[in-house]
């Protein structure tokens, strides 16, 4: 099947993205996100190929498949009701998938060095990713940061 070239525009949720998907690297690339929404540390394990490159990593984040695992334990720790809707997706050839997405939550827990704020939050986010044998080899990665910083201190009192 073909389909390499075939953008799909669409606002399903990662966990619908991954049911639906028709390729491995597409149904790959949404479990990542679905990964964070659900908190799954050990399925990094399923999605992570064990000496995956982040060409984005935060500040002092461990290498390879420990770096991804601190991520998802930081969004789950600090965030609930995460839900990842998938705005666009798109399959290029060598396994690479360019996902844009959108994230919902609560910042219920510590986050990025922000105690609890109990702000909604909703930020958007570009991976591009690449697919080898049914796992994330390399992943680039651009978050709204700063809004995310904005929202999650808005209320917030200096001492």
């Given at each position: 099947?073909?389909?390499?070239?075939?953008?799909?525009?669409?606002?399903?949720?990662?966990?619908?993205?991954?049911?639906?998907?028709?390729?491995?690297?597409?149904?790959?690339?949404?479990r990542n996100l679905e990964l964070y929404d659900t908190g799954n540390i050990a399925g990094a394990d399923e999605v992570?190929?064990?000496?995956?490159?982040?060409h984005n990593p935060p500040?002092?984040?461990?290498?390879?498949?420990?770096?991804?695992?601190?991520l998802i334990a930081a969004v789950r720790d600090g965030f609930t009701d995460t839900q990842h809707r998938i705005v666009f997706q798109q399959e290029l050839p060598g396994g690479w998938v360019v996902l844009h997405w959108r994230m919902t939550g609560t910042h219920t827990?510590?986050?990025?060095?922000?105690?609890?704020?109990?702000?909604?939050?909703?930020?958007?986010?570009?991976?591009i990713i690449r697919v080898v044998d049914g796992k994330i080899t390399e992943i680039y990665h651009v978050?709204?940061?700063?809004?995310?910083?904005?929202?999650?201190s808005a209320g917030a009192q200096s001492a």
């Open positions: 099947m073909d389909g390499l070239m075939t953008a799909i525009s669409t606002a399903n949720t990662s966990s619908e993205m991954v049911r639906s998907a028709t390729t491995t690297a597409l149904r790959v690339a949404a992570f190929a064990p000496d995956v490159i982040d500040d002092g984040a461990a290498s390879g498949i420990d770096g991804m695992r601190a827990g510590d986050a990025f060095g922000f105690a609890a704020s109990g702000n909604p939050v909703d930020i958007k986010g570009t991976d978050e709204e940061l700063l809004k995310l910083t904005q929202q999650i």
